[in-house]
C-alpha cells in the first residue's frame, strides 16, 4: 500500500510552519487515496528548566520561522515559565491518539501546536495533554490511560528509534512510500509550490487508478 509518512515533532517550530503545507499535500495525496501516517521525532530530551539564553535562542527561532512561512508565534507571551523543554511526552500524546483513533492524531497535533506557539502553554504536561485530546475528539479517561501505558512509552521509543535509523536528524520530514520504496519529498521546510509539483509527479508515476 502507498502512503506519506510524515516524521515530526508537535514542539519543533518548523514543523508549527509547515503545517499548513503538509495539509495541503495531505488533501493531495488523498485524492488518490494516498494516506498521511505521522511518526513522531523526538527533537529534545532536556532534563533541566530552559535558561534565559535557552529562550532567547529559540524565540529567535520562532522569529524565523514566523518570517519564513507566515505562521503565527505569541512571541510577546514567549515560551512557558518553568519549561523544560523534553518532546517526549508531546510527541507520546501522539502515539496515544494513534492507538485510539488514527483520525484524531492530526488534529491534536495541530492543537498542541497551538496550545504551545500561540497559547503559551506548557504541552510537555499531562494534563494540558489530556484536555487537548479531548478537544480533539478523543474519550478523556481512555486516552489518559493509553498516554500512561507502558506500551505507548515504547511505541514512542520505537518511533524515535525509526527516525534515527533512517539518518532523519531534521524535521519536518516527509517520505512517500510504495510496495517498500521510500522517496523523499523534504527533510527540512519547504513550501508548498516546491513540494506539490514533487508530490504529483511521485503519484503520477507509483499510483494507477
Do not use: K
Not at 122 to 150: C, K, M, W
Amino acid at each position: 500500500m502507498a502512503r506519506l509518512i510524515y516524521v515530526m515533532d508537535p514542539m519543533c517550530s518548523w514543523c508549527w510552519g509547515f503545517a499548513p503545507v503538509l495539509q495541503a499535500l495531505a488533501d493531495q495525496a488523498g485524492e488518490r487515496h494516498v494516506p498521511v501516517e505521522l511518526v513522531v521525532g523526538g527533537l529534545r530530551r532536556e532534563r533541566t528548566i530552559m535558561d534565559h539564553a535557552g529562550r532567547a535562542r529559540t524565540l529567535s527561532y520562532w522569529q524565523a520561522v514566523h518570517a519564513a512561512t507566515g505562521q503565527s508565534f505569541n512571541l510577546a507571551a514567549g515560551l512557558p515559565e518553568s519549561l523544560v523543554y523534553d518532546t517526549e511526552p508531546a510527541c507520546r500524546a501522539l502515539v496515544a491518539a494513534r492507538g485510539l483513533d488514527e483520525a484524531c492524531v492530526w488534529p491534536l497535533s495541530l492543537l498542541i501546536q497551538q496550545a504551545f506557539y500561540q497559547q503559551g502553554l506548557d504541552v510537555t504536561q499531562p494534563s494540558v495533554l489530556i484536555q487537548l485530546a479531548e478537544s480533539a475528539g478523543l474519550p478523556r479517561s481512555q486516552f489518559a490511560e493509553r498516554y500512561d501505558a507502558q506500551a505507548t512509552r515504547a511505541a514512542t521509543d520505537a518511533d524515535f528509534a525509526w527516525a534515527e535509523n533512517l539518518g532523519i536528524a531534521g524535521f519536518p520530514t516527509l517520505l512517500a512510500e510504495q510496495e517498500g520504496q521510500l522517496a523523499l519529498l523534504t527533510n527540512g521546510y519547504q513550501p508548498l509550490q516546491v513540494l506539490a509539483p514533487l508530490l504529483a509527479r511521485w503519484l503520477e508515476h507509483n499510483i494507477h487508478a
